[in-house]
C-alpha cells in the first residue's frame, strides 16, 4: 500500500513504536539498534527496516503511549479514568518509564513533517519522561485514590514487556525548530475539565 501511494507522488507517513526498544537503558535515539521484547514490536522494526531499504522518502515517526484530554475513546488517561471510577486502587507497573504524549500534538507534528519534507525515522514524543506511577500520582492529583506499584513479575503478560522504552526526540526537535508538545499538566487539567463539565469526576 505505501509502494503505491509513495508511487502516485504522495508524501506518506507510518508509526512505528516505541516498542521496538528493549529495558536496557532508554532515552534511544533513532541510530540505536531496534531490540523489541514481543511480537507488536518485532513487527514495527521489521517494517522500519523494510521502509528503509525499498521506501527511504517514507516519513517514518516512532511514537509514544498517547493521551488526550476526552474521556472517551482508549488512551492512557481514559484508562487510568476507568480504573479510578471502579473505586479500587490504581496498579501501575514499577519502574515502567515512557514519554506519555498529547495525540493532538502527534497529528500537528504529522502536518509540520509533511511540510518540511521530512524523511526517514524520528522519535516524535514528548521530552518529558515519566514513570507509570508518577503518571498516575499525577492523574488524581489531590482526589483520594489508592496507587500500587507492583514488580514486572507478577503482571504474567503473555509476552515479554520493556520497562523503559523513553525516546530522545532532538533529531525530531532540531528539524522542526524545536516543536513545543504540551506538558501533561495542561492536558490533565482539560481532561477534568471536561469530566466535571459532564457531572463526573468522584468515583461510584
Known sequence: ?????????????????????????GNYTETDKPSPLNLYGQQKAEME??????????????LAKLADDRFEGRHLFSNLYQQYQSGQPIRCIEGLTFNPTAVDDIAACVLLGLKQHLHGRYNVAN????TREQIARLFVGDRPCMIESLPLAVWHFSEPKALDTTLDTAKFQKACGGYA????????ASFWQQIEAHGGGTPI
Open 1 to 25: 500500500l505505501l509502494a503505491y501511494v509513495v508511487g502516485q507522488g504522495t508524501q506518506a507517513v507510518w508509526f512505528s513504536s516505541d516498542a521496538v526498544f528493549y529495558c536496557m537503558r
Open 127 to 130: 521530552p518529558q519522561s515519566y
Open 181 to 188: 508538545f504540551q506538558s501533561m499538566d495542561e492536558l490533565l
Open 49 to 62: 527496516t523494510w521502509l528503509e531499504d525499498h521506501l527511504p522518502q517514507v516519513l517514518v515517526y516512532r
